[in-house]
């Protein structure tokens, strides 16, 4: 068994972990240990995760190491033996669920979401909770209440968000797998922000019961990693049909069964328009283009497609997701859980006073815009018309998927930008400008990593888009494209047992 001064888990991958505590080259207990040291040590720099459960974390690897000894740990699931943690929107009995948000500070999980209870029932090892913008309304992490999360390529830069924690934990090595919801490419941005794998599934794929809901009908559950295995392995752990999520599809798809095929004969479309969008960086484009040219050198067909209504995807955006997530947020009202104000006589300034303190300003600014849009004579003229402009979008991406597998097109238009650099929320919400659409048409996509920008030394990545319920193809060019770049790194500052001193 390895002395755990020499044991350096978070450089293994999910198989290597698991095969390794099988043939007792060490133990659950070890990598727990190791895990709770290493966040111990790198989240005072980096603000990654908003609670920490080591006891739970040491409980689920006794059980592993039993079952070790008992001669059955085959039976254990894929993940057994990983370090995982959950965005902070999703519920853990024995946790508090707080969205990043003053209004649920205090409030204790009552039950555990679908979702978690799926990766926590494949092995892993619950290392705790990630801080998010508030209720998922952001695009840097700038918004949480607990404080920034830092970049852990630099920390000055944003990890990305919403899922900001997610991303900046995987890309650290503090954790292996973690998971994020992407309601308009929350999963996406951070993840190519931070340099890491990040995949929102098909809409309906991964149950969203007992996530916070923010646009019912855009969020989707889905995974960070590493490399293109490890998330796929997540995913797995993840889909299948849920009965508390009417939205919930079934699945037996195993989406590591085709990471080694290639993507010879494949079909690869581009979008021109991406390709030419105002505001993509130069860096950001070349690496792209970059990608493509590597994808048809390995005998891939590069076809262009169109998606001639993608350009109203933002402005449809930005009318459903705010009503959604007004109809969503009323549930909060000071009355049956959340932050209640003291010293109100009447209920009506108990309501707004503590709906005033509790949420922060991107939450109200979002309350409002939704309030205002699903009043009556305003309604026909916004709500309406965005969904007629949702029915164009999707027919759009069906229509391009006629012609090819997958779709390659940047993820952000950047790279990580600093603290405090965009100000202004219009030119914030244009880092989600080549994701949003997807969540729009339900299609999955995913962010992958194409090593580090000549220009700036940061991260720069490409997305990945399939057509509805077809993941595993975007996931095998995703694996294509890991050969020629190599799995993410973890970010320099945390290599090699450094914790970003």
């Known amino acids: 068994m390895r002395s755990m001064a020499a044991f350096d888990y978070s450089a293994l991958s999910v198989d290597a972990i698991r095969s390794g505590i099988a043939a007792k080259e060490f133990t659950a207990r070890e990598v727990a240990l190791a895990a709770i040291e290493r966040i111990g040590a790198a989240d005072a720099k980096v603000n990654?995760?908003?609670?920490?459960t080591p006891d739970m974390a040491l409980a689920a690897a006794d059980a592993l190491d039993s079952a070790v000894s008992s001669g059955t740990f085959d039976e254990m699931g894929p993940l057994a033996g990983v370090p995982v943690a959950f965005k902070d929107n999703m519920n853990l009995l024995g946790t508090r669920t707080t969205c990043g948000s003053r209004m649920l500070e205090n409030y204790d999980s009552a039950y555990t979401a679908t979702c978690v209870q799926r990766i926590v029932d494949a092995g892993g090892l619950p290392m705790g909770k990630l801080n998010m913008d508030e209720f998922a309304f952001g695009s840097s992490?700038?918004?949480?209440?607990?404080?920034?999360?830092?970049?852990?390529?630099?920390?000055?830069?944003?990890?990305g968000g919403s899922s900001g924690g997610s991303a900046a934990a995987v890309a650290?090595?503090?954790?292996?797998?973690?998971l994020g919801s992407?309601?308009?490419?929350?999963?996406?941005?951070?993840?190519?922000?931070?340099?890491?794998?990040?995949?929102?599934p098909t809409y309906g794929l991964v149950s969203r019961y007992g996530v916070v809901a923010f646009g019912s009908s855009l969020d989707q559950v889905g995974p960070f990693a590493r490399n293109v295995r490890d998330a796929a392995l997540a995913?797995?752990?993840?889909?299948?049909?849920?009965?508390?999520?009417?939205?919930?599809?079934p699945c037996e798809t195993d989406f590591t069964a085709n990471l080694d095929e290639g993507v010879a004969g494949m079909r690869i479309g581009v979008v021109p328009e991406f390709m030419t969008a105002p505001g993509l960086e130069p860096e950001v484009g070349e690496a792209v283009l970059a990608a493509i040219q590597k994808l048809a050198a390995q005998g891939a067909e590069i076809v262009e497609v169109e998606l001639p209504n993608a350009a109203a995807a933002m402005s449809a955006y930005y009318v459903i997701g705010p009503c959604e997530a007004f109809s969503n947020l009323s549930r909060f009202d000071s009355v049956r859980y959340g932050y209640r104000d003291p010293g109100h006589a009447d209920l009506g300034s108990q309501y707004e006073a503590s709906r005033a303190f509790g949420f922060g300003q991107e939450a109200q600014r979002r309350i409002l815009l939704g309030s205002y849009l699903l009043s009556a004579g305003v309604y026909d003229t916004y709500y309406y018309p965005a969904q007629q402009?949702?029915?164009?979008?999707?027919?759009?991406?069906?229509?391009?998927?006629?012609?090819?597998?997958?779709?390659?097109?940047?993820?952000?238009?950047?790279t990580a930008f600093k603290f405090g650099e965009i100000t202004d929320p219009n030119t914030m919400h244009l880092s989600d400008i080549f994701t949003i659409s997807i969540n729009i048409a339900g299609n999955g996509g995913m962010s992958v990593p194409l090593g580090l920008s000549a220009d700036s030394g940061l991260p720069a990545s490409a997305q990945l888009i399939c057509p509805w319920f077809k993941d595993e193809n975007m996931l095998r060019v995703a694996a294509a494209i890991e050969r020629e770049y190599g799995p993410a790194p973890i970010a320099p500052a945390f290599a090699d047992g450094k914790v970003g001193a």
């Open 389 to 414: 402009v949702r029915t164009l979008i999707t027919d759009d991406y069906r229509m391009a998927f006629g012609e090819c597998d997958c779709i390659l097109a940047p993820t952000s238009p950047r």
């Open 235 to 249: 995913l797995n752990a993840l889909v299948g049909h849920d009965p508390l999520d009417c939205t919930s599809q």
């Open 182 to 200: 992407d309601t308009g490419g929350s999963i996406r941005q951070p993840a190519s922000f931070c340099g890491v794998i990040g995949i929102k």
């Open 172 to 178: 650290s090595g503090m954790v292996h797998v973690t």
């Open 141 to 159: 992490t700038e918004t949480s209440a607990f404080g920034t999360t830092k970049n852990p390529w630099d920390l000055e830069r944003v990890p």
């Open 48 to 52: 990654a995760f908003l609670q920490t």
